[in-house]
């Protein structure tokens, strides 16, 4: 068998319909709708007072929604040559990522043996899905459908355990998921990407880069994700004042973020220009650093504080240290999930502990945020290095170093470009004949 192996007609359409064959017969044996009749530890509850609330999370859940399928999606266009696969594959992952999250953290909290579904379960499973796409920007260009959809299955799988293990066990608070969202996500992608480390790409490649209306398309992503971070932090807060605060504190810190990103951005680049990448994603980081503190009474100034360091920090790791990561840590971070997920992600954490410590979060305990930091870490280290060991075993079809970031190897692509190409090419030579 060749190193790559890159057909997938039989590979890819086998998985993915076994994935999802395995998917209906869990749901049929488990799955069941939540009629609001009994809570999740079997006890009466009053029916009619639950079938009004039954949609009261329905707008909160559209704005997750919109964020994990248009938000990253178009976030990730940013590459001159792959912006089918980063809205494409996106949206692969996504759609399976949300059932499988359904099935893995629903086991967790069964009723009668069954998983109730109500809209605050398919919040969680949004979430569940979020951890999978901030790990595949880590390793954008590098990977086939196949070994994304490994990845999905083993990342949504830890990842429950580990959030099982914060909220449940360590009853650690993190509403916005800075830890075991953010962080994990990064982290397992990081780890990923180290098992998958490619010397050919040591020195670049020439489609790793953006032109300029694929940079406009990732804007769009970064305005729908800021617009509705707020609500991505918020949604499963306790209703009534607590959500507000959630609300109020992530809509202050995502706009101090964006201040403190465009100000270093100018004042670390060439002639005091700003980046495009640096807008993109260090804008963002204030949302993911002020999750886990933001239902506390941390203050709209606490909020923007921890937002203007989130954006400090992301932008200074776009500049400095990706290229450090690479070229001694042998991580090739295609996105910057490092800078816009990991570092704000672990300074959320830190927030949360000192927060608590002071008191901001009623029956907090500051050694429990520290123990839910440290097993966020823990479980996306450990398990992105098993989930990359096994990505790497040679016929899931991953691309050559020569056709990576390129969308022609799995997709049928368009000839316009070429023939734009030719067309020019042709005109020029037709007009240089008309001179002569």
Same mark, same amino acid.
């Given at each position: 068998?060749?190193?790559?192996?890159?057909?997938?007609?039989?590979?890819?359409? /086998?998985?993915?319909?076994?994935?999802?064959?395995?998917?209906? =017969?869990?749901?049929?044996?488990? %799955?069941?709708?939540?009629?609001?009749?009994?809570?999740?530890?079997?006890?009466?509850?009053?029916?009619?007072?639950?079938?009004?609330?039954?949609?009261?999370?329905?707008?909160?859940?559209?704005?997750?929604?919109?964020?994990?399928?248009?938000?990253?999606?178009?976030?990730?266009?940013?590459?001159?040559?792959?912006?089918?696969?980063?809205?494409?594959?996106?949206?692969?992952? @996504?759609?399976?990522?949300?059932?499988?999250?359904?099935?893995?953290?629903?086991?967790?909290?069964?009723?009668?043996?069954?998983?109730?579904?109500? =809209?605050?379960?398919?919040?969680?499973?949004?979430?569940?899905?979020?951890?999978?796409?901030?790990?595949?920007? @880590?390793?954008?260009?590098?990977?086939?459908?196949?070994?994304?959809? /490994?990845?999905?299955?083993?990342?949504?799988?830890?990842?429950?355990?580990?959030?099982?293990?914060? $909220?449940?066990?360590?009853?650690?608070?993190?509403?916005?998921?800075?830890?075991?969202?953010? @962080?994990?996500?990064?982290?397992?992608?990081?780890?990923?990407?180290?098992?998958?480390?490619?010397?050919?790409?040591? !020195?670049?490649?020439?489609?790793?880069?953006?032109?300029?209306?694929?940079?406009?398309?990732?804007?769009?992503?970064? %305005?729908?994700?800021?617009?509705?971070?707020?609500?991505?932090?918020?949604?499963?807060?306790?209703?009534?004042?607590?959500?507000?605060? @959630?609300?109020?504190?992530?809509?202050?810190?995502?706009?101090? #973020?964006?201040?403190?990103?465009?100000?270093?951005?100018?004042?670390?680049?060439?002639?005091?220009?700003?980046?495009?990448?640096?807008?993109? !994603?260090?804008?963002? $980081?204030?949302?993911?650093? %002020?999750?886990?503190?933001?239902?506390?009474?941390?203050?709209?100034?606490?909020?923007?504080?921890?937002?203007?360091?989130?954006?400090?920090?992301?932008?200074?790791?776009?500049?400095?240290?990706?290229?450090?990561?690479?070229?001694?840590?042998? /991580?090739?971070?295609? #996105?910057? %999930?490092?800078?816009?997920?990991?570092?704000?992600?672990?300074?959320?954490?830190?927030?949360?502990?000192?927060?608590?410590?002071?008191?901001?979060?009623?029956?907090?305990?500051?050694?429990?945020? $520290?123990?839910?930091?440290?097993?966020?870490?823990?479980?996306?280290?450990?398990?992105?290095?098993?989930?990359?060991? =096994?990505?790497?075993?040679?016929?899931?079809?991953?691309?050559?170093?020569?056709?990576?970031?390129?969308?022609?190897?799995?997709?049928?692509?368009?000839?316009?470009?070429?023939?734009?190409?030719?067309?020019?090419?042709?005109?020029?030579?037709?007009?240089?004949?008309?001179?002569?």
């Amino acid at each position: 068998m060749p190193a790559f192996a890159t057909n997938m007609r039989l590979k890819f359409p /086998i998985l993915a319909l076994t994935l999802e064959i395995i998917t209906i =017969i869990l749901f049929a044996v488990f %799955v069941v709708y939540d009629d609001g009749k009994t809570d999740e530890h079997g006890h009466p509850t009053n029916a009619t007072h639950a079938e009004k609330d039954a949609m009261t999370l329905y707008p909160m859940f559209q704005d997750v929604h919109v964020m994990i399928f248009i938000g990253f999606g178009f976030l990730m266009t940013f590459l001159k040559r792959y912006g089918f696969s980063s809205v494409g594959v996106n949206l692969l992952l @996504a759609a399976f990522g949300l059932q499988w999250g359904l099935l893995m953290q629903g086991l967790w909290h069964l009723t009668d043996g069954k998983i109730k579904v109500n =809209i605050f379960k398919i919040i969680n499973a949004d979430f569940s899905t979020a951890t999978v796409l901030i790990s595949f920007g @880590a390793v954008l260009g590098k990977t086939s459908p196949v070994q994304l959809l /490994i990845m999905t299955v083993m990342e949504i799988t830890i990842f429950s355990i580990n959030e099982h293990l914060v $909220a449940n066990i360590l009853k650690a608070n993190d509403v916005g998921a800075s830890m075991i969202i953010h @962080a994990f996500g990064a982290y397992f992608g990081l780890a990923v990407a180290r098992v998958l480390y490619r010397p050919g790409l040591r !020195n670049g490649h020439d489609n790793d880069g953006s032109v300029y209306h694929s940079d406009l398309f990732a804007m769009i992503g970064t %305005v729908f994700l800021w617009m509705f971070w707020p609500s991505f932090n918020s949604a499963i807060a306790d209703p009534g004042f607590t959500q507000l605060t @959630a609300v109020i504190n992530t809509y202050l810190s995502l706009s101090a #973020c964006v201040l403190s990103a465009y100000a270093i951005s100018s004042l670390v680049e060439h002639k005091g220009k700003l980046d495009m990448v640096h807008i993109q !994603n260090a804008t963002l $980081a204030g949302g993911v650093a %002020v999750g886990t503190c933001a239902d506390m009474n941390i203050g709209p100034f606490g909020a923007m504080l921890i937002g203007l360091v989130a954006g400090i920090i992301s932008t200074l790791g776009f500049k400095f240290l990706t290229p450090i990561l690479a070229s001694h840590l042998g /991580i090739q971070d295609t #996105c910057g %999930v490092h800078n816009l997920h990991g570092m704000p992600g672990i300074l959320g954490g830190l927030a949360g502990i000192v927060a608590v410590a002071l008191g901001k979060k009623k029956d907090g305990d500051a050694a429990m945020q $520290a123990a839910a930091l440290g097993s966020s870490l823990g479980f996306a280290l450990v398990g992105g290095v098993i989930t990359g060991f =096994i990505m790497k075993l040679p016929f899931w079809g991953q691309p050559p170093d020569q056709n990576c970031f390129d969308d022609s190897l799995y997709w049928e692509v368009p000839e316009e470009e070429e023939e734009n190409e030719e067309s020019l090419a042709h005109a020029e030579h037709s007009k240089h004949k008309a001179d002569v």
